[in-house]
């Protein structure tokens, strides 16, 4: 996991999770952990951006608001940009 904290937000710039690890909550402890590192820092929320549809599922289900989508983006895939409060 790779990210960037500006203007008090996070840019999750990368997430990765081999195949045979997925499922095992090993993404979500990754993303747990630059998210507590960005509110050390000052962040106040953070924000991810995938082509995948069943990611940014997974990423609504880790408590991530979904605020812009952009179909056929990109060839067949879509864009979503989602956002999460890392504050109360």
């Not at 081999?18 to 106040?44: H, I, M, S, Y």
């Not at 929320?45 to 983006?73: F, K």
């Amino acid at each position: 996991a790779m990210g960037r904290p500006e203007f008090q937000r996070l840019f999750v710039n990368f997430l990765w999770v081999d195949q045979q690890w997925r499922g095992t909550g090993l993404g979500a402890e990754a993303l747990r952990r630059l998210e507590a590192l960005a509110l050390e820092r000052g962040c106040v929320d953070s924000i991810i951006e995938t082509l995948d549809d069943g990611v940014a599922g997974w990423y609504q289900r880790t408590g991530y608001v979904l605020i812009a989508y952009i179909p056929n983006y990109c060839g067949p895939w879509n864009r979503h940009i989602l956002l999460k409060s890392l504050v109360g």
